[in-house]
């Protein structure tokens, strides 16, 4: 049972790592004649032993700073917030800064994809139902998001940047609902404790 695939909480975090957000980077790597294939390949697989590592290792952070579940939980929720708010905001068009294969890799594997909310998100659900259950969800989580980036490498030269950015305003609407739902969980948690 605990490697069970949840749909939702597949979603949940396909929906954080937002794959869209990273199109333009790729984007801008394609005009600039880097392997587009490559960089998407590395990105996600590098992405992904992170979350490994954080699912692996982010639940004993909780006895070693002190600090509680719902506490983390209402922080991580504050730190989703931010990034869905953020994400649903009109960006200025700009062209992205690419420099260099290795540094292109490092800013979408982290934090484009496993930034701190991801980390926040990923400690939490690992604590809660176990890292087992975490990691085989982690995967087909990433699947997914590799099946995404894949998809869009080969059909850059097709892709219409306006409508990813639409997409991923979507997304990031998504986001915004479970950062709310994690705060409040948490603080009624809190409440309910001292009540």
Known sequence: MAFAPSLALIIQIF?????????PLLMSAYKQKMNVKKVAFISVVTAFVIAVIIAVVGPSLFSLFGISLNSFRIAGGVVLLLLGLDTIKPKHEKEAKVEGVEGLISIIATPLLTGPATISFITIKAYEIGQAAILFNLFMAFILVGIVFILFAYSVPRVNIHIVDISSRILGLFLTAVAIEMIASGTIAIISATA
Do not use: C, E, Q, W
């Not at 929906?15 to 199109?23: D, R």
């Open 15 to 23: 929906v954080l790592l937002n794959p869209l957000s990273s199109f």
